[in-house]
T-cell receptor, first 116, second 114 residues
Framework: GDSVTQMEGPVTLSEEAFLTINCTYT??????LFWYVQYPGEGLQLLLK?????DKGSNKGFEATYRKETTSFHLEKGSVQVSDSAVYFC???????????????FGQGTILTVHP | DVKVTQSSRYLVKRTGEKVFLECVQD?????MFWYRQDPGLGLRLIYF???????EKGDIPEGYSVSREKKERFSLILESASTNQTSMYLC?????????????FGPGTRLLVL
């Protein structure tokens, strides 16, 4: 079945540091890929997504590129801020083989803490 | 803006009680989902619904049931709560069932079963 693997956390950075959170996936077809973010005390919200190979999703300074050859969708940001402290989830939705109903398969989440 | 609301932010129940968690979305979305979130496990799908009165099991449906009598409302029912159902429960909705569709999440209900 489908699966998503994220790098182990937690990740602790100083403000203005470079961020990478690794994400790799296993899927039977050509899934859509997502990064969701969960700020403290809130539900998840979409950060960015990519729907086909070589697409780059971007939002709020974050970027991720859909790499089919390496089955990866790593999240990057050039300069993190304290306000980026949150839990980040990589996820996929795969429609191959029939209707998926948009079901998401999530990674385990990565806790990011940014210090001033 | 899409809004997904959940009936409670925190709940404390006793083992064996029947528990109802309600979710309402205000954007006429077709699909609704219930997940549970546990540390180190990410989110796992319990049940989802793609239309009124239609439901499908997710990855971990045991011990749960759902009800969708109206398009905007999706209820999760714990028939007889157990301590291993202590968790954060998140509801989500999406406009359609396409793989590229964004899901919109509620704030979550943190359930403690004693």
């Amino acid at each position: 079945g489908d699966s998503v693997t994220q790098m182990e956390g937690p990740v602790t950075l100083s403000e203005e540091a470079f961020l990478t959170i690794n994400c790799t996936y296993t899927a039977t077809g050509y899934p859509s890929l997502f990064w969701y973010v969960q700020y403290p005390g809130e539900g998840l919200q979409l950060l960015l997504k990519a729907t086909k190979a070589d697409d780059k999703g971007s939002n709020k300074g974050f970027e991720a590129t859909y790499r089919k050859e390496t089955t990866s969708f790593h999240l990057e940001k050039g300069s993190v801020q304290v306000s980026d402290s949150a839990v980040y989830f990589c996820a996929l939705s795969d429609s191959t083989g029939g209707t998926s109903y948009g079901k998401l398969t999530f990674g385990q989440g990565t806790i990011l803490t940014v210090h001033p | 803006d899409v809004k997904v609301t959940q009936s409670s932010r925190y709940l404390v129940k006793r083992t064996g009680e029947k528990v109802f968690l309600e979710c309402v979305q205000d954007m006429d979305h077709e699909n609704m989902f219930w997940y549970r979130q546990d540390p180190g496990l990410g989110l796992r799908l319990i049940y989802f619904s793609y239309d009124v009165k239609m439901k499908e099991k997710g990855d971990i449906p045991e011990g749960y049931s759902v009800s969708r009598e109206k398009k905007e409302r999706f209820s999760l029912i714990l028939e007889s709560a157990s301590t291993n159902q202590t968790s954060m429960y998140l509801c989500a909705s999406s406009l359609t069932g396409l793989a590229l569709e964004t899901q919109y999440f509620g704030p979550g209900t943190r359930l403690l079963v004693l």
